[in-house]
């Protein structure tokens, strides 16, 4: 089997809908050979900001020396993209090589009796060998959904845990209130095992420090007030701390999004439970980190961003609010957007809408065949829009009419799924200019 077919393998895996038990997850570890045992565990869970968070983290313990492996989900361009090794995603040839040998576990477990993992369980077990073969001494895990029934919450022994914020979002899985969606998240939680948490949320806080205090773990809690944005540019971001690292209180972030000094703060907290004493510079690693998807620049003027739902989309529109202050007044802004049906995207609309100064509004269907047509989504668009809104067939056709559309002064906004991001990089890769 070559790199292709084992992709396409996994991809089949998707087909099936049942999730496993923890138990079925931690007995296909054991048909691995346990490569969980002796790892430093970091389980991050949340809403929004949890790829982000791990991100930082990473970059700090990287900085420090530390052999560090990375798993996160979804991905944008290539499947292997969830597994990092280092700062590296990993190889073809190793990912093929790793392939092999789940796939081999797995035909193992089968003849015992037991079930073959879903997609999301096959890559985790997937990474952890991977790790294990890199012998990684920390390892950071981002859940995929939830985290109380997640596949990575049968990791029984982490050193921390940490949980970002708390929306309204795959309710129809997690609950169809906050403090239910809440208490999947705080699934994560173990006894004895620091805690490090976003508590913007007053609703959810209570239940994070409820479950913390439940299993006698330490909780550190993150307030809005423990940093404050000092200035914002086209390209970058300088906020400071209420506590001191590396002996400077501001911080410097490759980024105009302003989720993402919480995320950055979330990160750093992790990282001093996890380092006694910094030999690196964080301010440097941090001024170098970019993460693919939030609030990339990836063309001038040209922003993708992966707010998918309700909560991520109210504070993307923030940042394009603060960045429209910055352009020249004859500046416009286009924004193209594309959901999932899943998603609570009429409301989203809404919202965009109502908070975005937008000068054309252009919509698209993703490939995936969970996306939402695009002539419904310009209905919906019309109802509130205030600027014209333009139907595009595909995601191709779809950036090459909002590069068009652009002038030198203009700024382009993609938004509104993973899906459209990850499609919008692709043809711009393709692309020789927007």
Request: aromatic share 8%; with cysteine.
């Amino acid at each position: 089997m070559n790199y292709e077919e084992a992709v396409s393998y996994i991809n089949e895996l998707q087909m099936f809908a049942r999730k496993h038990t923890l138990d079925h997850t931690r007995a296909f570890l054991s048909y691995l050979g346990t490569p969980q045992e002796k790892k430093k565990m970091i389980h991050v869970a949340g809403t929004n900001g949890k790829g982000s968070v791990c991100r930082y983290l990473q970059a700090l313990l990287i900085g420090e020396g530390k052999r560090t492996g990375l798993f996160t989900s979804p991905h944008l361009m290539t499947i292997r993209e969830r597994i990092c090794i280092g700062e590296e995603m990993i190889s073809k040839r190793r990912f093929l090589t790793v392939f092999e040998e789940t796939l081999e576990a797995v035909r193992k477990m089968e003849t015992d009796g037991l079930s073959h993992p879903t997609y999301f369980e096959f890559l985790f077990g997937m990474a952890m060998k991977a790790f294990d073969d890199a012998k990684m001494e920390y390892i950071i895990l981002e859940t995929g959904l939830g985290g109380r029934l997640d596949a990575t919450n049968s990791i029984e022994h982490p050193v921390l845990t940490v949980i970002t914020s708390i929306g309204m979002d795959h309710t129809e899985i997690l609950g169809d209130t906050i403090e239910k969606i809440a208490t999947e998240k705080a699934g994560i939680i173990k006894p004895g095992v620091p805690l490090i948490c976003d508590a913007s949320d007053e609703i959810v806080q209570k239940v994070l420090r409820k479950t913390a205090e439940n299993a006698g773990a330490p909780c550190r809690e993150i307030s809005e007030n423990a940093f404050k944005i000092q200035e914002i540019t086209k390209k970058d971001l300088v906020f400071s701390t209420e506590n001191r690292y590396d002996d400077t209180a501001e911080w410097k972030l490759r980024t105009t999004a302003l989720y993402q000094p919480m995320n950055v703060v979330l990160a750093l907290e992790a990282a001093a439970c996890l380092i006694e004493t910094p030999k690196a510079s964080w301010y440097q690693i941090l001024a170098g980190v970019v993460w693919k998807g939030r609030m990339e620049e990836v063309r001038p003027g040209v922003i993708l961003d992966g707010a998918h739902n309700l909560a991520a989309v109210r504070v993307f529109t923030d940042s394009v609010c603060k960045q429209r202050e910055l352009m020249p007044k004859d500046g416009r802004v286009i924004v193209l957007f594309s959901a999932v049906k899943e998603k609570d995207y009429r409301e989203m609309i809404h919202l965009i809408c109502r908070e975005i100064p937008a000068d054309l509004f252009v919509v698209t269907q993703i490939s995936a065949s969970r996306g939402v047509k695009a002539e419904e989504m310009k209905a919906d668009f019309e109802q509130w829009a205030n600027c014209p809104v333009v139907e595009v067939d595909t995601v191709e056709e779809a950036v090459r009419y909002v590069c068009g559309q652009k002038r030198e002064q203009d700024r382009i906004y993609c938004f509104g799924s993973l899906y459209l991001v990850g499609e919008v990089e692709a043809v711009l890769r393709e692309a020789s200019e927007c």
